[in-house]
């Protein structure tokens, strides 16, 4: 069986995102399985629309230190969230989103990016993939 | 044997690393999967990836910003 590795994704902020996709994508590319385990804000961005919608975690500046620094990332020509979480589900990745996230801020299923979500769970589901995992990280 | 091209110049962290694994997915055993890239960090750490995934690395050519990578699967 391949090593694993998983991650959870308790921010919202873009910045994070971008850490935990590309860390993900680079365990899949290297013959890893991978977990993303989405709670508390995190989860706000696998609502329909809500991917690209994570503020920066530094620097924000009421949205001008996002715009800059996603100016700079198209310059650099790093890749959309958009992109790197398909290219995650493409090579195999697993989403689970956190049930308890949803009954705390009243998301329900069809709120969220169905497709792209692999399993509804808790803190067991977890701790199973996490205690078998090489690599987890809290994001 | 198919030969596989992966185009990635211009591309930078972790686009390279992913083409290369999506590559190797829809190749078959014995196919030669070619990637030409620019991005300096890829050059070290592809080689590195086809070594974790078990695979032949048939060569590495070019500079560090122009290179070419053949792996057989």
Known sequence: MAEKATIVVQSGDMDKLYSALIIANGALAMGMEASLYFTFWGLERLKKGGLEKGPLSKMHLLGLGKWMVRRRMEKARVASLERLIGDFKALGGKILACEMTMEIMGIKREDLREDLIDEYGAVGSYIKDARESAITLFV | ?73
């Not at chain 2, 300096?40 to 122009?66: C, H, N, R, W, Y």
């Open chain 2, 1 to 73: 044997m198919v030969e596989i091209k992966v185009d990635v110049r211009g591309e930078t962290c972790p686009v390279p690393l992913v083409e290369m694994r999506k590559a190797l997915r829809h190749a078959a055993p014995g196919d030669i999967v070619e990637i030409i890239g620019t991005h300096p960090a890829s050059k070290k750490e592809i080689p590195m990836a086809v070594e974790a995934l078990q695979l032949e690395l048939l060569a590495v050519e070019g500079t560090d910003t122009d290179w070419v990578i053949r792996i057989r699967r």
